[in-house]
């Protein structure tokens, strides 16, 4: 019976001797592989510049090429540019809506759109900043885009006015100021019907 046990537990030990040595190598080479394994990072989708050549707030701001501001053109309803903001009014009543918007850390600007008899008569912006030079770079930026949009610019006193008078449209105008203070900028632009 001894030889039994004996060629039992020799097989035994035997059988478990390289289990560990196969076993456990295994084991460690799967952990370690594992841990070691890179997380696979998600690459950010960067989105086309809307006016390449602008200071990226421009595209936030501006947003779009079309229409006089943000793709609105004067006489939209109050429906449709709620539609095409992306945050809810700070303020809506018949006649107006008010949105604030946090454009960075320093940034923030205000849109307020006029209406008569639901269509959009006037759309007032004001950028504010604590980045004065910044403040200066929007104001010139902004200056260049409606030049290149709208001709004949005419300036006076820290405020730019541009006149459009395109086909059968109504005229409107774009007035942009620049009234910062020695520690905050603060540019403001009107785009109304000219009557």
Known sequence: ??????????????TVRLSYKIIFPALLLIFLAIACKEEK???????????????????????????????INLNTSARDIKKLETIAPAE??????????????????????TFYKDSLEEISVQINTNDLELSSYLFCD????????????????GYVVYNCFEGQRKPFVVSLSDNSSPTK?????VIYKDK
């Open 185 to 189: 900028g603060i540019i403001n632009m």
């Open 92 to 113: 809506d009543s018949e006649g107006h809506v008010y949105y604030e918007f946090k454009a960075d850390s320093l940034t923030d600007y205000s849109i307020d759109y």
């Open 41 to 71: 990072k998600e690459v950010p989708v960067v989105k086309p510049r809307v006016f390449p050549g602008y200071h990226i707030l421009l595209d936030e701001i501006v947003r779009s090429p079309n229409g006089v501001f943000r793709g």
């Open 1 to 14: 019976m001894s030889r039994h046990f004996y060629f039992i537990f020799t097989l035994l030990y035997t």
């Open 142 to 157: 902004l200056k260049d885009y409606y030049a290149n949009k709208l001709p004949n610019p005419t300036e006076d006193k």
